[in-house]
């Protein structure tokens, strides 16, 4: 009962008492009377200001904490199917969101309005952005309800975990109450609300647990020949129940329900032992009984299902499997290593828009330039990069089950969840598959699907092309047929590039040009730098040369004679990111070079050069990086 109310009620008993005083000085003093009616006008006047001014803000209050939760809803990401909770009992997020490391649930009233965020699995009296605003309405529908009419069933469960199971064991919707003991109300509003429907109300065990909120829900049960469903002898919970018998044992279950006579207060104990050996005797393995296997979605719930997101936007999911590929020597390894850091960091990769995560990484082969790796990227790119980086570098197998069992258990003790794993090799991570084979690679496609279900997040495989490169994956299609992100690296003498040849959502086929950067670690015992690589994006190199339009003349073929020249005789091999067996020269040893070959006053050498120089470059007879010149 509201303040306001109290001041009501307060009011109309105050004036029934002073009426009787107001009667009898009438007939003896009409003043007296008259002053006393004056008086009480004044004081109703007073409390009922004040009883709407308490209304009022309970009013404010209310649209204040509805606008909070709608604003805690609004910023939560969805859930991840992976999440712990939902692992737990075995079920979809059917529109959960992530709060913090929680998970919760929006709860309507009976108007469709926002009444509370159901935390799940916690004690939701703990936390004030999620504390009900007092519907006993307050629920959530799990699947879609077609509209008012919709003639089929409708499950009412207790708990969120019961619902999500009953209605993927069903496809039927489902409706979740806040708190067990607003099944009642829940029931009228749902007899009100879908006067068609078959309304089957979901016990939970043990029935010793039974108070007068469920004795109401009962009640209504038998008014409106709703159904009741129960759980078989020795199941506590629907989650139990899928556990042990699977899906169609829920299914069966919640099929199984009955109606209430009456007189059902008087043989009530009865009546759910029948039910109770009904269902076990349903669950036996002599039972038939057929399982639908397959909810109906309609259009507006896909509508309104949340968007898929983005690892790496346009090219990597959030969730999923991937593979970067291609034959030995394309820089595949560097290239992984570079997307790792980039995912760590939440940086740009290749000017594609990255979301930071923990990155896991199995180095697999080439261990022993791993270190050289990092220290050339940290480097070149800075020492506080990689914060949130890890490897493995010890052998592992898929197709060993203690071995995948070990990374799952090192990964759950590292509480990295719903990042991104990356295993190079695929082939060093399945000695003695035949990749050919559709039963290895499926045995080894189902090592992967198991620790992705218990990870989350990206699982990316670093993997060899075929002898035929034209085919793409080495192995059997099922691999192909199971990624949901594959990129392409290739090589062309020095140049290189990636692409992506397939994504569910992305856009394909766009080639993106990287060279390798030496970079300089340390100098070693005989005076010889220690050197590894970086990956960066290749840039147009004519805009390292000071471009002008290039003049007609005979400039560029003596500076490309010249240039030759100087390459054959050059004693510096590999800069600039060209192979290590390629000779460079200068671009001001060029220019020096050329004075007196040229046909040009001696100021004018530097300039004609740089413009033969262009040319050449956009020619593709000659390129320039870093300051350095080689062929191509």
């Given amino acids: 009962m509201s303040a306001g109310t109290a001041s009501t009620e307060y009011l109309v008993s105050w004036n029934l008492g002073k009426l009787c005083e107001y009667k009898r000085l009438k007939k003896t003093d009409p003043a007296a009377a008259q002053a006393l009616w004056e008086a009480n006008d004044r004081e109703n006047r007073a409390l009922g200001i004040e009883a709407d001014k308490i209304a009022e803000k309970e009013r404010v209050d209310r649209a204040e904490r509805e606008a909070r939760m709608e604003a805690v809803w609004n910023a939560c990401p969805p859930a991840p199917p992976s999440h712990p909770y939902l692992r737990k009992h075995g079920i979809k997020p059917h529109g959960a969101r992530l709060y913090g490391n929680d998970l919760i649930v929006r709860m309507n009233n009976d108007a469709g309005k926002m009444d509370s965020l159901l935390l799940l699995g916690k004690n939701n009296g703990d936390d004030a952005a999620t504390k009900s605003l007092g519907s006993p309405y307050s629920h959530c529908i799990i699947g879609d309800i077609a509209d008012p009419k919709w003639s089929g069933k409708i499950y009412i469960a207790l708990k969120y975990s019961s619902g999500a199971n009953i209605h993927e064991a069903t ?260 000695p003695g598959a035949d990749e050919n084979s559709s039963v290895d690679m499926g045995k080894l496609l189902q090592a992967l699907k198991r620790i992705h279900e218990d990870f989350g997040g990206l699982v990316i495989l670093v993997h060899h092309s075929g002898k035929d490169t034209q085919k793409g994956l080495r192995g059997h299609s099922s691999l192909l047929a199971a990624l949901d992100a594959v990129i392409e690296v290739k090589r062309d003498e020095d140049r290189r590039s990636w692409r992506l040849v397939k994504s569910k959502d992305g856009l394909d086929g766009k080639e993106h040009p990287f060279r390798l950067s030496v970079v300089e670690l340390d100098i070693d015992d005989d005076g010889d730098p220690i050197n590894s690589c970086v990956i960066e994006p290749e840039e147009r190199a004519v805009d390292s040369v000071r471009g002008v339009k290039l003049p007609k003349g005979g400039n560029q073929k003596t500076v490309y004679d010249v240039a030759g020249e100087l390459l054959r005789k050059s004693v510096h091999f590999g800069e600039g990111g060209a192979s290590a067996e390629r000779p460079c020269i200068r671009l001001d040893d060029l220019i020096a070079a050329c004075r007196g070959r040229l046909a040009v006053e001696e100021d004018r050498i530097p300039e004609r050069v740089r413009l033969a120089v262009t040319g050449l470059i956009n020619n593709g007879c000659i390129i320039f990086r870093d300051g350095w010149l080689s062929d191509p």
């Avoid at 429907?197 to 016990?203: H, N, V, Y």
Wanted: proline share 5%.
């Fill in 171 to 430: 496809g039927a919707p489902v409706m979740v109450a806040r708190n067990p003991k607003h099944a009642f109300d829940l029931l009228v509003h749902a007899r009100q609300e879908y006067n068609h429907a078959e309304l089957i109300l979901c016990l939970e065990s043990p029935l010793t647990e039974w108070d007068d909120h469920m004795d109401e829900a009962c009640c209504a049960v038998a008014k409106f020949g709703s159904g009741l469903a129960i759980l078989p002898e020795g199941v506590n919970t629907w989650t139990e129940l899928r556990r042990r018998y699977g899906q169609k044992g829920v299914f069966i279950c919640a099929n199984n329900s009955t109606n209430l006579p009456e007189d059902w207060k008087s043989n009530f104990q009865s009546l759910m032992d029948s039910l109770k050996k009904k269902s076990s005797s349903l669950l036996a393995p002599k039972e038939t009984l057929q399982l639908r296997r397959y909810p109906l979605l309609t259009a507006t719930a896909l509508s309104e299902a949340p968007l898929a997101q983005y690892r790496v936007k346009n090219v990597f999911p959030r969730e999923g499997l991937a593979a970067i590929f291609g034959p030995p020597g394309v820089a595949k390894s560097f290239l992984a290593l570079d997307l790792a850091f980039a995912i760590s960091d939440g940086d740009d990769w290749c000017g594609y828009r990255v979301k930071e995560c923990d990155v896991l990484c199995l180095c697999l082969e080439g261990q022993g330039g791993l270190a050289q790796r990092v220290q050339a990227y940290r480097k070149h790119n800075g020492q506080d990069t990689g914060k949130r980086i890890r490897f493995i570098t010890v052998p592992f197998s898929l197709l060993c089950e203690d071995d995948v069992d070990a990374l799952i258990a090192t990964i759950k003790e590292a509480r990295i969840r719903d990042g991104v794993i990356i295993i190079d090799t695929l082939s060093a991570a399945s």
